[in-house]
């Protein structure tokens, strides 16, 4: 059994609302930014590492992470977002939902009913640091980007009793301590944003992995989050290679000015992908647990005010959209100005590549290009 932690955002405008017996045509493309967005939430960092045989160890501190969101919307100039719902709490899943293959995706009310009133108490839901309502201002250097900041962390007595010895007598229970105390646990945090009548929300997950057996891994150490160090913007794609050639020359701000009849590709710089080993369940063997090493996959996500990408999203290694017929992998994404009505009045767009590997680490980077009729 290996665990994976997927974050995931979703947004409306409950002035725009979609009636299925109206039917939903000409929805906007899932890259284009035209209003209230959590594009990516960043932990730092992103995992921690937990010794079973001392889980309870250390200050609530030392198992506290620093979240910061990235929050966009083009529509609001110089305003404020308001922060409705910050919570966090253990993404406890028992053995039925463990079996079914889904888990907890939001932090409730009325968590899993357990037989002990102290285990029952740990799974709780807590509001983050700062706490909801408090007001978050655009970014000086980005008129239209809210950086809100967050600090949460399952505390050590969440940690002793989520990562204790399976020995309460409850086979439910013993049966999830063995799970978190062999494949790790997450801690989930879930965000609203909202401005005006726009809402935007947003689950993050910090992720709670088990410290292996040093004879297993001697060099383990935390995971750490992704980073893409450059962009590169290009004016063509080689049809026998599928490589990204001639690049543009870029200035400072805007990088790029491009007429809506040019073609750019746009290329990140390889974020790296971390090698680590985990316990998982073979099931050749009988479902004995075994440790596995794996290189992680990165994906990589476009995003542009103003035009679209295609694809939407590619990713660290082959797949139908990110290779090339000789195996080769590519991370760029062709851009496609708007057309004239949907082009700004300043011509400026604003382009974000997210990048996410397979443990819950979040990077980003940003540019601007000018585009011209």
């Known amino acids: 059994m290996r665990r994976r932690s997927h974050d995931w955002c979703w947004r409306w405008s409950v002035a725009l609302t979609c009636v299925a017996a109206a039917g939903c045509g000409n929805l906007d493309d899932v890259t284009t930014v035209k209003d209230l967005r959590v594009l990516a939430i960043q932990a730092e960092p992103p995992g921690f590492l937990v010794d079973v045989t001392d889980p309870g160890a250390g200050s609530d501190a030392d198992w506290e992470a620093t979240l910061t969101a990235l929050v966009v919307d083009p529509t609001g100039l110089n305003q404020t977002v308001q922060v409705t719902t910050a919570l966090g709490c253990p993404d406890y899943v028992d053995t039925i939902t463990a079996a079914t293959g889904t888990a907890t995706r939001v932090c409730s009310a009325t968590p899993v009913d357990l037989p002990d009133p102290t285990l029952q108490a740990a799974l709780a839901s807590t509001p983050l640091v700062p706490a909801s309502g408090q007001t978050v201002a655009a970014t000086p250097d980005g008129s239209f980007t809210f ?58 997950r910090v992720v709670y992995w088990p410290k ?36 543009y ?41 075994v440790a596995t090493s794996a290189e992680e996959l990165l994906r990589y996500d476009f995003f542009a005010t103003a035009g679209t990408f295609s694809p939407a999203e590619r990713q660290s290694k082959p797949s139908a959209l990110t290779t090339t017929p000789d195996g080769q992998v590519h991370l760029d994404s062709q851009y496609e100005p708007p057309a004239g009505k949907d082009l700004p009045a300043d011509g400026n767009v604003t382009i974000w590549i997210v990048v996410h590997d397979e443990r819950a680490g979040v990077g980003w980077i940003s540019r601007s290009v000018r585009v011209v009729p």
């Open 147 to 204: 950086l809100p900041t967050f600090q949460y962390g399952l505390s050590t007595t969440q940690l002793a009793l989520l990562f204790a010895s399976p020995t309460t007598g409850d086979a439910q229970v013993d049966a999830v301590l063995t799970n978190n105390r062999t494949f790790g646990l997450d801690a989930i945090t879930s965000f609203t944003f909202t401005r005006g009548d726009q809402i935007a929300q947003a689950v993050k």
């Open 212 to 247: 292996l057996d040093p004879v297993v891994n001697p060099n383990q150490v935390p995971n750490q989050n992704p980073t893409i160090s450059d962009v590169g913007f290009f004016k063509i794609r080689n049809s026998a290679t599928g490589d990204p050639e001639d690049p």
């Open 249 to 289: 020359a870029t200035g400072e701000v805007p990088e790029l000015s491009l007429s809506r009849a040019d073609q750019l590709y746009v290329l990140p710089a390889a974020a790296t992908a971390e090698t680590y080993t985990f316990y998982e369940k073979d099931l050749q063997q009988g479902g004995a647990i």
